[in-house]
């Protein structure tokens, strides 16, 4: 017999259990499962199409599952409808009501539900002040700019003071500047409020800098959750890899030589013994993933690598190169700006790898061996 | 000397409340071949200046002119500049050949000229075996492809692009920025376009032209305009997270210079400075500090937020007066409520006045 899904404390505020949902035959999203903990922001991130809005819009009772279970609080949040789901969802396009002020934008929930004017401005007041907008509340949305409309947006969601808030793309319509700074805004409310975030995004640079947890998911499935940084250091496959990380991860295929030697791009490179182990484990080949910033130019005389250079791509302070090794597997590697400054096209260069950080894919599955 | 391929003179658009100017006395020349980004935020008037290039919209006051003659009163279509949206323009129900023919079809070109152009500028671009699809087939960054070809094969004077990329996924991007760089260097083209992603300047242009409330702030070479920041708003709006700027005053301490806010005092090690009087904005870049344990020196404090980017992260880090960003190795980094030091180096600080937000000659 199964007990009664309860709500309590240590319940997560969101979770996911064996979620598909079916579109005209095509699943959009298969047997996925995740939790938000209370107090937690987590990240979806995918690519467009992945069924990030899906999943988003079954946790906001939007849409339903197929099968499996939504759980809110710990509470089996079937029979649920989207107002008695105590969350809030802000989209992309920042839909305030383009007549009123930001003052009744943000109003407008509690407005709805005949809060007193008197506990309404008390609230609306503190709301601006902690999303630094209060210089706008007697404006209209079209005087605002970007980032005040996003935090208008915000505080109208907020002055609920609901349990989960979700977030679709919440940031992409917004300058590189902006975006990055509301970033660490929204990271920084999130944790004075406590609340629980869901947000989803394409761009894993956002997903790193403010998530607790990353779901990533890929095709309607859940690919990794993991922390960002292990998600960076240890996708779960090579798509992960190629996905997270800019510029983008090496993939060279790689073959086990005599002596704890490993054979890549044209030359020879000693890695650590368990790394070895598991290439022989996996048939003594695979695709390494190398990060290019475990790359670095060496002597050409002495380094255990080499390759010429085809390409210079300027970063600000630092460049990314691209390079040819004499088996013709191209590499990206990071290195000063001023460095790449003084290399010509076709340069010979000679390449250090650092190998220890290195992850190996299976050459057929392409999942990482561990 | 050669004729500049593009000059804009105390180019001026007043809005038409006439209450603010959307570009305000924009100077800018682009010699042939080269290609200048127009980088700046939403509302900087960087799109309308590249409209006022275009025809699209005319300059209240101020003199442009492409290859020596002025076009300003020159109707858009006949400046022989081709502007590349954001959003693609494509056909989708006509085929690739159809696109990109477009332009010249619509001129009158004979039937074999369009064809051989329309060769010439698909193999360029390496879509000959996309020419028979339908726009409609194609993923965004062949879409894009195609809206420049359609753009090129009318051999314009200068390729004028509108936030190009801004509509691709990640990977699209990066692909397209090759193919621009590859377009410059095997065709010379002239090019200016206007952006909001510094790292899409950085990579394409050889000049950026940094905007802000309709002014360009600084015009430099890449490099420059990231190294030598001649404007608070440049230094501000440059850099990943951008320099961290502080105001305050620059004084002597016990005969060292220092740095100087509220409780937070700065030593600077450079006797090449001078004491002045009124505010300055002290800057440095999050790459030029290192964190140290917090007993080997005085600027030290809690962490406050760590954003992690993969092979570094960015560290906030709380000095009472002020917190600086710190660009710190993912490895070893620390954890929020951490206490740790901060040191700099003396060499990469830059000094803004306080109240023009120019930089401060040293």
């Known amino acids: 017999m199964t007990a009664p899904l309860r709500t309590d404390l240590a319940a997560p505020a969101l979770a996911f259990a064996g979620v598909t949902r079916t579109f005209r035959g095509a699943a959009a999203l298969e047997d996925v499962s995740f939790q938000v903990p209370e107090g937690s922001f987590t990240v979806l991130l995918g690519a467009a199409g992945a069924g990030k809005t899906t999943t988003l819009r079954i946790a906001a009772g939007l849409d339903g599952p197929d099968s499996g279970l939504v759980a809110i609080g710990g509470r089996d949040a079937g029979g649920l409808e989207p107002k008695d789901r105590d969350l809030a969802m802000i989209f992309d396009n920042l839909a305030l009501y383009p007549d009123k002020t930001g003052f009744r934008n943000i109003a407008s929930p509690l407005e709805i539900r005949r809060v007193r004017p008197a506990e309404i401005a008390a609230r609306v007041t503190e709301i601006a002040a902690t999303l630094r907008i209060s210089h706008v509340l007697q404006r209209l949305p079209r005087t605002m700019s970007g980032g005040e409309r996003q935090r208008v947006a915000l505080g109208r969601a907020l002055i609920r003071a609901p349990k989960l808030f979700l977030l679709d793309e919440p940031l992409s319509s917004l300058d590189a500047m902006l975006r990055i700074e509301l970033r660490a805004e929204l990271k920084r409310l999130q944790r004075e409020l406590g609340h629980a975030f869901l947000l989803a995004t394409p761009d894993f640079a956002e997903a790193m800098a403010i998530a607790d947890t990353v779901v990533l998911i890929r095709a309607g499935r859940v690919v990794q959750i993991a922390d960002p940084q292990t998600l960076y250091d240890l996708p779960a496959d090579r798509a992960?890899?190629?996905?997270?990380?800019?510029?983008?991860?090496?993939?060279?295929?790689?073959?086990?030589?005599?002596?704890?030697?490993?054979?890549?791009?044209?030359?020879?490179?000693?890695?650590?013994?368990?790394?070895?182990?598991?290439?022989?484990?996996?048939?003594?080949?695979?695709?390494?993933?190398?990060?290019?910033?475990?790359?670095?130019?060496?002597?050409?005389?002495?380094?255990?690598?080499?390759?010429?250079?085809?390409?210079?791509?300027?970063?600000?302070?630092?460049?990314?190169?691209?390079?040819?090794?004499?088996?013709?597997?191209?590499?990206?590697?990071?290195?000063?700006?001023?460095?790449?400054?003084?290399?010509?096209?076709?340069?010979?260069?000679?390449?250090?790898?650092?190998?220890?950080?290195?992850?190996?894919?299976?050459?057929?599955?392409?999942?990482?061996?561990? | 000397m050669s004729t500049p391929k593009l000059e804009l003179v105390n180019v001026r658009k007043d809005f038409s409340d006439g209450s603010v100017a959307a570009v305000d006395g924009v100077d800018l020349t682009v010699t042939s071949g080269e290609t200048v980004a127009l980088l700046g935020p939403s509302g900087c008037g960087k799109s309308t200046t590249l409209n006022m290039i275009v025809g699209l919209e005319q300059p209240t006051s101020g003199e442009i002119r492409i290859d020596g003659v002025s076009v300003v009163g020159v109707p858009a279509g006949q400046r022989n500049v081709g502007l590349v949206f954001q959003d693609y323009a494509v056909f989708t129900h006509m085929t690739v050949a159809k696109n990109l023919a477009f332009g010249l079809e619509v001129r009158g070109r004979p039937k074999a000229d369009v064809a051989k152009a329309v060769a010439e500028v698909a193999e360029l671009l390496g879509m000959t075996d996309k020419l028979k699809a339908k726009a409609a087939e194609l993923g965004g960054s062949e879409l894009q492809r195609v809206a420049i070809g359609r753009t090129l094969v009318t051999r314009p004077a200068i390729l004028l692009l509108d936030e190009p990329l801004s509509n691709l996924e990640a990977a699209a991007r990066l692909a397209m920025r090759r193919e621009l760089r590859r377009l410059q260097s095997e065709i010379g083209l002239t090019i200016v376009y206007v952006t909001h992603d510094q790292i899409e300047a950085l990579s394409l242009a050889d000049r950026i032209a940094v905007m802000s409330a309709g002014k360009i702030r600084q015009v430099a070479a890449t490099s420059d305009v990231y190294d030598r920041p001649d404007h608070v708003f440049v230094a501000s709006f440059l850099g990943s997270p951008p320099m961290n700027l502080v105001r305050g005053q620059l004084m002597s301490a016990a005969g060292d210079m220092v740095f100087r806010r509220e409780s937070l005092v700065i030593p600077l090690a450079r006797p090449d400075l001078q004491p002045r009087p009124g505010e300055i904005v002290f800057g440095i870049r999050p790459e030029a500090l290192t964190l140290v344990p917090a007993h080997d020196t005085p600027l030290a404090g809690p962490v406050t937020f760590v954003e992690p980017r993969g092979p570094e992260a960015v560290v906030t880090v709380d000095l009472g007066a002020a917190s600086l960003k710190v660009l710190a190795p993912a490895r070893g980094r620390p954890m929020e409520g951490d206490r740790v030091g901060v040191a700099l180096d003396p060499a990469q600080i830059v000094l803004f006045g306080g109240d023009t937000g120019r930089r401060l000659a040293l």
């Open chain 1, 240 to 370: 992960a890899a190629r996905f997270v990380g800019a510029p983008e991860i090496n993939l060279v295929p790689v073959t086990l030589a005599d002596g704890g030697l490993v054979r890549v791009a044209g030359g020879m490179v000693a890695v650590p013994p368990d790394l070895a182990a598991r290439l022989a484990a996996a048939g003594g080949t695979a695709e390494a993933g190398i990060r290019p910033e475990h790359l670095a130019l060496a002597d050409a005389r002495t380094a255990p690598l080499r390759a010429t250079l085809a390409d210079v791509e300027p970063l600000g302070l630092k460049a990314a190169l691209t390079v040819t090794a004499p088996d013709g597997t191209a590499l990206r590697l990071v290195v000063e700006a001023a460095v790449a400054r003084g290399l010509a096209p076709g340069a010979p260069l000679g390449l250090a790898l650092e190998t220890a950080p290195m992850v190996l894919f299976d050459t057929t599955t392409g999942r990482r061996l561990a």
